[in-house]
């Protein structure tokens, strides 16, 4: 064929013309790949070459892998066609969003949306939740992306940001950053995103049993749980923070705070919100070098991630017989437990906040209202049974978070509850699985069900024709933002296996 790019646009002709008699059929045979540089052009040519020698072999391969897919969910008795079309538009929405390793990336790995410009790239806490379901029905895809997120992790030799050892960046594209001498500007080295690189290394394990994998990533996963306590933790009491790189902010606080909040991956939520001036920021510092900053606001979720962390930790170091590193990790997370269960719970609303320091004083943000960071703990099985049952009345509550579409970001009785604005009401699925998985660690299981099976029934078009959104209205189900959206497809293909 012949190809010819006008600006983003492409036609592609036909060199030869063909003259069918009627009722005549010809097969025609094509390739379309994209490539950044020459190298990639003439390494692509070669497989496209091998290719169109013999096109039946890679449509026969393709078959035989889209029939593994869905032998994973055909493999599942007694559920309604409904569900396995929306398990089926789960898995394709994965693999159609899922690009190969090309400029800067080296790996592949899975894209948030590829019908959305902006989303063209890998960013972390995607990767880490989507991956968990990839490794039900794609093991070796699943640990590409994993390793396409950890080749970014910042090194010691790191000329750039050598104090950041450990970190993960928040995203990255084909196109290397300006800074590091490439052609881009969307990568943002600005700040990491929450930690759930260890959850999602352990799910890949306890489905392939790879030990090997999980000894290529033990140290790199110790890096990067260490960073969070070195260039995150102002007050060095064990307890991380929200923040920021250092020199990849303006030095304004307001700029950190906003960088902070990107951190959480909850961009706009109420609970960044700086209406009083009493979000403030401070300097990390380790042998008198700024190592990042923080906000002086311990956060529920991230210690409760972290908890998950080193309680994870430890079962891979057992694995792997580092003995005491399993029993430091363990010991680790006991503190932690037991500093969430004290301090960021509040018995008088029966739920979990985040929790302000100004110096010795410790406020707990109740004001700011209930949001989805306050059931994180029942997922990372850190409270007791009472505090369980308070938070799960709460959540089971229709004037806040059992809404029509259930598990708004915000609680419908948050005064800054608002239903189409991104993380202040919306639902996302991430969370609503984190939830779910939340309520079945405490013995909840019919109201797990309840809420997956209302995500299901009442988000719009989900079990139609119409693609899997970014979030959803939780008043009306109405999809929003971004289609094809990949996370949401790893929660509702995680939803559909481990509850429906």
């Not at 493999?75 to 789960?90: F, G, L, R, T």
């Not at 996963?221 to 902010?249: P, Q, T």
């Not at 919100?273 to 900053?293: F, S």
Request: aromatic residues 16%; hydrophobic residues 35%.
């Amino acid at each position: 064929t012949n190809t010819k790019i006008y600006n983003n646009n492409y036609i592609s002709y036909l060199n030869k013309c063909f003259k069918l008699k009627p009722y005549e059929k010809i097969d025609v045979y094509y390739t379309h790949s994209y490539s950044f540089t020459k190298g990639e052009y003439i390494k692509e040519l070669k497989i496209v070459d091998k290719a169109l020698l013999n096109p039946k072999i890679y449509f026969d391969e393709n078959s035989k892998m889209w029939n593994t897919y869905l032998n994973s969910i055909e493999s599942k008795i007694n559920i309604d066609k409904i569900y396995k079309k929306v398990a089926v538009k789960c898995i394709n929405t994965l693999i159609t969003n899922y690009k190969s390793s090309a400029g800067a990336l080296k790996h592949g790995g899975i894209f948030p949306s590829t019908s959305y410009h902006y989303f063209n790239g890998l960013w972390a806490w995607d990767s880490f939740k989507q991956v968990v379901a990839l490794s039900k029905f794609d093991i070796d895809i699943a640990k590409e992306n994993i390793r396409a997120i950890f080749d970014y992790q910042i090194k010691d030799n790191d000329r750039l940001r050598s104090q950041d050892k450990g970190a993960i960046i928040d995203c990255i594209f084909f196109n290397m950053s300006k800074e590091r001498n490439g052609l881009g500007v969307n990568w943002n080295e600005r700040n990491s995103k929450p930690p759930l690189a260890t959850w999602a290394v352990y799910k890949i394990y306890e489905e392939s049993e790879d030990l090997d994998f999980l000894k290529e990533m033990y140290p790199k996963l110790v890096d990067y749980h260490n960073w969070w306590y070195k260039n995150r933790d102002f007050n060095k009491n064990g307890i991380a923070e929200y923040g920021a790189m250092v020199d990849k902010c303006n030095i304004l606080d307001e700029d950190i705070i906003m960088s902070a909040a990107w951190e959480s991956g909850m961009d706009n939520a109420v609970r960044f919100d700086n209406d009083n001036l009493d979000i403030k920021v401070y300097k990390n510092i380790t042998n008198d070098i700024i190592t990042g900053y923080s906000l002086n606001q311990e956060s529920v979720d991230l210690n409760s991630f972290l908890y998950k962390e080193k309680v994870l930790l430890s079962k891979i170091a057992q694995k792997l017989n580092y003995i005491k590193d399993s029993e430091k990790y363990e010991e680790e997370a006991n503190y932690v437990k037991k500093y969430i269960n004290k301090n960021m719970y509040d018995i008088k609303t029966g739920y979990y906040y985040d929790l302000q320091i100004n110096q010795d004083k410790y406020k707990l943000l109740v004001n700011r209202g209930k949001g989805t960071e306050g059931f994180i703990p029942l997922w990372a099985n850190i409270s007791t049974k009472e505090q369980a049952k308070a938070v799960r009345d709460n959540v089971m509550d229709e004037n806040k978070f059992n809404t029509f579409m259930p598990i708004p970001t915000a609680s419908k009785d948050n005064p800054k509850y608002d239903p189409n604005r991104y993380w202040r009401g919306p639902v996302w699925l991430d969370q609503a699985l984190f939830l779910i998985e939340g309520l079945r660690n405490y013995g909840y299981y019919e109201d797990a069900k309840l809420i997956a099976y209302k995500l299901f029934n009442n988000a719009k078009g989900l079990t139609e024709s119409d693609p899997i959104r970014e979030n959803y209205n939780p008043e009306t189900g109405e999809g929003l933002h971004a289609t094809n959206f990949s996370w949401s497809a790893a929660a509702y293909y995680l939803i559909y296996t481990e509850v429906l």
